[in-house]
């Protein structure tokens, strides 16, 4: 199984409200990240957690806020968003952080009014 | 900066051709290689990931890669419509920096029935 689920599909929201996007994955994987992409572009790397401690932030807005509570999931907080952020934001997995081979979820779509 | 060169296209090819998409990439020290396929508004999936030097097959997809180039690439036999799509060549950052994957920008791919 090379699942990685992701909610809400969609989200709108307005600059002064507080949201979590939510991913899981039950493949006993112990590296997971968060990415952004916006149309027409690649994924950028913007948070990774390795054996559930951030060892890469790639210096992203602290409106931004990643939590992992355990090795299964991963949060993202929102908060004081600017409509620049309205993007697809993407969570993965990966057996390791050195294996590499990463599993992509679904995808948030995120729209910031 | 550590790149990954693709061209953007549109790449058009007749259903049943072979459709070849190509990658460099800067970093001597990159070790793993990926190619993902990507449908408009939906999340990457990986399709491919080749680590040795030469060809590796897969169904209707063969990945190649040459070091000494620093060129991938990956050939898709019996070109379906439903190939359609964006694929990223996609290279680890090579030592010190696993974990962290470069994308290139991606090559759209039109097959024509």
């Known amino acids: 199984d090379t699942e990685v689920t992701q909610t809400p599909k969609h989200l709108v929201m307005g600059m002064t409200n507080k949201k979590s996007l939510k991913c899981e994955q039950h493949m006993g994987h112990r590296a997971m990240y968060w990415y952004k992409q916006k149309a027409k572009k690649p994924p950028e790397l913007m948070f990774v957690y390795s054996y559930e401690k951030l060892s890469i932030n790639e210096s992203v807005p602290s409106r931004f806020s990643p939590e992992c509570p355990n090795s299964s999931l991963l949060n993202l907080h929102l908060h004081a968003l600017q409509p620049e952020d309205s993007a697809l934001y993407l969570c993965?997995?990966?057996?390791?952080?050195?294996?590499?081979?990463?599993?992509f979820g679904p995808g948030t779509r995120l729209t910031v009014l | 900066q550590k790149e990954v060169e693709q061209n953007s296209g549109p790449l058009s090819v007749p259903e049943g051709a072979i459709a070849s998409l190509n990658c460099t990439y800067s970093?001597?020290?990159?070790?793993?290689f990926f190619w993902y396929r990507q449908y408009s508004g939906k999340s990457p999936e990986l399709i491919m990931f080749i680590y040795s030097n030469g060809d590796k097959e897969d169904g209707r997809f063969t990945a190649q890669l040459n070091k000494a180039s620093q060129y991938v690439s990956l050939l898709i036999r019996d070109s379906q419509p439903s190939d359609s799509a964006t694929y990223l060549c996609v290279v680890n950052a090579g030592s010190g920096n696993t974990g962290k994957l470069i994308f290139g920008q991606g090559t759209t791919l039109q097959v024509k029935p």
């Open positions: 970093d001597r020290g990159s070790q793993s």
């Open positions: 993965a997995s990966s057996r390791q952080e050195a294996y590499n081979e990463q599993f």
